[in-house]
């Protein structure tokens, strides 16, 4: 880039540098520059979001304590991983970590994506500028990670403090909840691409709360029977309820791995499947 | 070796051939062909739901088109959309300003997705500012602005990349009278200093004002091509009559003024009576006994060549 | 259009219209309800997609929380307040869910009707008060409750978790309306006084909506939570339909003088929640 101009007014046969990138892939798609769509979202955190920030990270905390401090008195121990038993809370807090980091990447890849696609129209602009779709994806998706990360060290914290934490193998809770956050991201913003209506979106929510009230969550799953059982255990937030509980007691096995592979094999899903729908997203 | 664009005033800067877009059984734009030549000052005028804001999305390639081909300073917009808009600066019919940042960010930020440096930056949004005449909100927030002012640094957020190339759409609609001249004289600088203006609009004053050459559009179709001054010409006379007789004498008077007019338009309120003098036809109307309510003489339009053209007016 | 002189002059002047005294006076009297026919008729485009979630939330509510928590529950001290847990829960879900659609009602759309759309300055422009533009707006509301809790009745009925007489346990339905009525007035005024949507909404969301459903004895008595925190119990209306609809639905026991206090407590909220709501949205509209 040359050396700003002194006239008030833009040169404007100045020639910009031009990059030959006829032969790269995804030349119509990605300008390399996702870096900018991140440093504009941190620009937003920093002047004015932090309330908000931080109050997203007091839900499952609030939910920690009422369903473990309150329910806990009336269920005492709960059969954990391995056959060990537990107290509800310990039983309960890795699960709602997998859950908060679900919600949190669902929100920011649906609702947040199609808010600012269609009423506030940021995408508008930043793809009026160098930007190709995949640029504006990956930095939304690094944002969403972003918070994610900022919420798991927060819960991570509490669950240190109230003596939850029995495993240095805990000490991954941290980066499985990108994991699963990224696993959920990536299929939530290509399921966003088919979207056209608010109303649709609370189909999302249709989904989301039966997946949080069925999967392990807050009681074992088999108080249901066997067929039912299966289709929970098809659905990605039972394997990130299980990972989770695997890590915090330090129960790991090949099934934790299984689980872990799970969200791989989810992740590279969506990425592949929101780019072949980057255009029907931002491009309409 | 990549071929170097040379910016010389004259090439074609934008050259499209047989552009469509379909959406389902709606062709929005069918099979439009032009060429805009670096420098000057391009106009698409036609009525809302012409064809004009999908053709200017197709220019920046933030549209993918159905058929048909174009080129943007020798790309193709479809295949390399981040280069094409790095040429570009592109002032969308709704303000997309960033409601979450400043004034002064939302150029800076805006900046930085074209990949420029901050050092750069920085000073190119002073210069901006006060090219928008914004100095006194440069650390508000855009929610803070009037809608002249939030056009001026849409316009200002566009020059940021120093474009060759700037796509106004609708660029003055929504806008009082003064806030419409203020922006029409920063356009014009813009012009002098040979940014290439591209400018849709539904108003005749506006293109009458800003473009050197311009297509008529309707329903997706190119209807004529010319300066506004050959296309007054070609498809209009000098002057104008209007009168208006009441809504039950209007048609019963026309045939009676069918031999003072090169040409006779009857609208539901009005009769236009095409003319190169327009006072001597008022007289010659009076003279006949038929005493109009209320009479105009004016200069025609481009609204009049629409007319012409299309047999509808260009604003409902 | 209309062309001829005759067309017009029925158009302008048919003589079937009553003198303007007449309009204002039914409007005095009425207002309200036009604006409650207004919200109804409105309401018809999104009922259908609602009525599934009236009907899946209960669903899932009582299986998951009811049935599968209560295996743990029951493993665990056996019953609560003499009863299964199911029997327990649902009741407190019923008024739980209500009073947190009121999070969706009356927040939202209020500031639409202020500032997004500006759907109130329509009646506005008419013989209708906004005084009676708040109270049509909150009435349009608490019929889609009243529709709501009746639902939830009859699933909780068909889990038969709500073991008592069909009319007894029916008065879950009123105490259900109540309790999102004497939260949703002082929400929907709290609401018309924001000129702007920071992230007060959401702010309502996380740290009144959710504490209540959380805290305030839906899932546990108030009893096992720390004597400290009972005060989140006390002050919150959630907590008051909670135990008033326990005693109709499996015949919780209660000292009748703390059964008044849930009645005053519910009622006295709603009063001021409404007559907060008229002033501001007097004030608001003629300014």
């Known amino acids: ?284 | ?316 | 259009m209309t062309d001829t002189t005759h067309d017009l002059q029925r158009l302008a002047a048919s003589g079937r219209v009553p003198p303007p005294a007449v309009m204002a006076a039914r409007a005095r009297r009425w207002g309200w309800w036009y604006y409650v026919e207004y919200w109804l008729r409105t309401a018809r485009a999104w009922f259908q997609s609602i009525l599934i979630y009236m009907v899946g939330e209960p669903l899932l509510y009582l299986i998951a929380l009811g049935v599968g928590l209560g295996t743990l529950v029951d493993n665990g001290v056996g019953t609560v307040d003499g009863v299964p847990y199911l029997v327990f829960v649902a009741p407190a879900l019923l008024i739980s869910t209500v009073v947190m659609s009121t999070g969706g009602e009356l927040t939202y759309p209020v500031m639409a009707g202020f500032k997004w759309d500006r759907l109130y300055y329509g009646p506005h422009a008419t013989p209708v008060s906004p005084a009676q533009i708040a109270t049509g707006h909150f009435t349009g509301v608490m019929l889609r409750f009243t529709v709501q809790a009746t639902i939830f009745w009859g699933i909780m009925r068909a889990f038969g978790a709500a073991p008592r007489g069909v009319l007894i346990s029916a008065l879950v339905i009123p105490i259900g309306v109540l309790s999102a009525a004497a939260f949703g007035s002082v929400l929907q005024a709290y609401a018309s006084t924001l000129q702007d949507e920071g992230y007060q909404f959401a702010f309502v969301q996380r740290f009144v909506i959710m504490p209540m459903f959380l805290f305030a004895g839906t899932f546990f008595p108030l009893s096992s939570m720390p004597v400290y925190l009972h005060w989140i119990g006390w002050i919150s209306p959630v907590w008051h339909g909670t135990q008033l609809a326990r005693q109709v639905t499996y015949g919780a026991v209660e000292p009748l003088w703390l059964t008044v206090l849930h009645v005053l407590v519910l009622g006295g909220l709603t009063a001021a929640g409404l007559l907060w709501a008229r002033h501001n949205y007097t004030r608001r509209m003629a300014s």
Not at chain 1, 248 to 262: K, N, R
Not at chain 2, 37 to 48: D, I, K, V
């Open chain 2, 1 to 316: 070796m990549h071929p170097v664009m040379s910016p010389g005033a004259g090439d074609p800067i934008v050259v499209a051939e047989d552009l469509t877009k379909v959406y389902g059984e709606n062709r929005a734009v069918d099979g439009i062909s032009f060429s805009i030549s670096s420098g000057e000052s391009f106009g698409l005028l036609g009525p809302n739901g012409a064809g004009k804001s999908t053709t200017m999305r197709m220019i920046g390639g933030t549209l993918t088109r159905t058929s048909g081909s174009m080129r943007v300073a020798g790309l193709d917009p479809a295949e390399r959309g981040p280069e094409v808009r790095a040429h570009l600066g592109v002032v969308p019919q709704q303000d997309n300003l960033d409601e979450e940042l400043t004034v002064r960010d939302n150029l800076i930020v805006y900046g930085r997705y074209f990949g420029l440096p901050h050092s750069y930056l920085r000073t190119k949004a002073d210069e901006l500012i006060e090219f928008a005449q914004l100095t006194d909100n440069a650390r508000a927030k855009t929610t803070a602005l009037s809608g002249g002012m939030k056009r001026r640094l849409t316009i200002a957020r566009a020059l940021v990349n120093e474009p060759r190339l700037l796509l106004l759409d609708e660029p003055t609609t929504g806008l009082d009278p003064q806030a419409r001249h203020v922006l029409w004289d920063r356009l014009f600088r813009l012009k002098e200093v040979g940014v290439t203006l591209v400018v849709t609009t539904h108003f005749m004053d506006e293109a009458e004002q800003l473009c050197d050459r311009l297509i008529v559009i309707d329903k997706g179709q190119i209807m004529a091509e010319g300066s506004p001054r050959s296309l007054i010409r070609d498809y209009s006379t000098r002057e104008v009559l209007e009168v208006r007789f009441g809504a039950q004498r209007n048609a019963a008077v026309v045939d009676q003024l069918a031999d003072v007019a090169t040409r006779l338009e009857v609208l539901p309120d009005r009769i236009l009576v095409y003319t190169d003098d327009g006072e001597a036809a008022l007289e010659e109307i009076s003279a006949r006994g038929l005493t109009p309510i209320t009479s105009l003489v004016r200069r025609s339009s481009l609204e009049d060549v629409f007319l012409r053209l299309t047999g509808r007016t260009l604003v409902d």
């Open chain 1, 1 to 284: 880039m040359s050396a700003p101009s002194q006239d008030r007014l833009p040169a404007a046969h100045r020639p910009l540098p031009v990059v030959d990138s006829a032969k790269r892939p995804l030349a119509a798609l990605y300008g390399r520059n996702a870096r900018s769509v991140i440093e504009r979202g941190l620009k937003v955190i920093a002047r004015q979001n932090w309330a908000v920030l931080v109050s997203g990270f007091f839900e499952p905390v609030l939910y920690l304590l009422a369903m473990g401090l309150g329910l806990g008195t009336l269920v005492g121990e709960v059969t954990g991983p391995g056959g060990s038993s537990v107290p509800y809370t310990a039983y309960i807090a890795p699960a709602l970590l997998a859950t908060s980091a679900m919600n949190g990447a669902i929100y920011d890849s649906t609702w947040n994506v199609f808010f600012k696609l269609r009423f506030a129209r940021v995408y508008q602009a930043m793809l009026q500028t160098s930007l190709g779709p995949m640029d504006v994806a990956l930095g939304e998706i690094f944002l969403a990670l972003f918070r994610g990360f900022l919420y798991a060290c927060g819960f991570m914290v509490v669950m240190l403090v109230m003596g939850l934490v029995t495993s240095p193998w805990a000490v991954l809770m941290v980066p499985v909840a990108l994991l699963i956050a990224v696993g959920f991201a990536s299929v939530g913003m290509a399921v966003t691409s088919y979207l056209t209506s608010f109303q649709q979106m609370d189909v999302i929510n249709f989904v989301m709360l039966p997946m949080f009230l069925f999967s392990a969550t807050l009681y074992p799953i088999e108080v249901f029977p066997e067929a039912i059982q299966w289709f929970i255990k098809a659905m990605p937030l039972w394997h990130g309820v299980e990972l989770m509980r695997h890590l915090a007691v330090g129960f790991v096995s090949g099934a934790t791995l299984g689980h872990a592979l799970y969200f791989v094999v989810m992740t590279v899903f969506g990425v592949w499947f929101t780019t072949i729908r980057l255009r029907a997203l931002f491009l309409r």
